[in-house]
């Protein structure tokens, strides 16, 4: 099974980030700029938090903030698991499906977001790893 490394390596798309201090319309612009469900909240290169559009619905709009007027930090899940790049993309879909996320920051060695994993990577990549198993099936069965 492919390892996180191996799916990033294929993924040419740079990292979408706010800092916590941003305001939330600026995290949604980011967001819509980039047509992603989440960005990663850095402080410096420090993770701090992941803020989704889940994150928005239910802490800004509920509650009757305003985006403009609300930093990022007020709203962000601020205790964010995340993954390392030796991790399966198994691993990562029980993860996933067991924490009902939908997005995992990936970090290296040294503990630098490198990137991040979607539900959406993650069942691309199992469908494709199962259409090469089949393949390789009706390979060996009429061959």
Known sequence: MQTLRQLLAGKSRPLVTVSPDDPV????QVMSDA???A???????????????RDYARKVILFGKASK?????EIMSDKVLYVS???????????MTEKHFR???????????????S????????????????QQME???TG
């Open 69 to 73: 007027d609300t930093p990022v930090r």
């Open 103 to 117: 997005h995992l920051p990936v970090l290296d060695d040294d503990g630098k977001v490198v990137g991040v994993v």
């Open 25 to 28: 319309v600026h995290a949604l």
């Open 39 to 53: 960005v990663l909240v850095l402080d410096g290169e420090q993770l701090v938090g992941i803020l989704s559009e």
């Open 139 to 141: 390979k060996y069965i």
């Open 119 to 134: 539900i959406g990577d993650v069942v691309k990549e199992t469908i494709c790893a199962q259409q090469f198993i089949i």
């Open 85 to 95: 790049l030796d991790r399966t993309v198994d691993e990562c879909m029980a993860i």
């Open 35 to 37: 047509n992603v469900g």
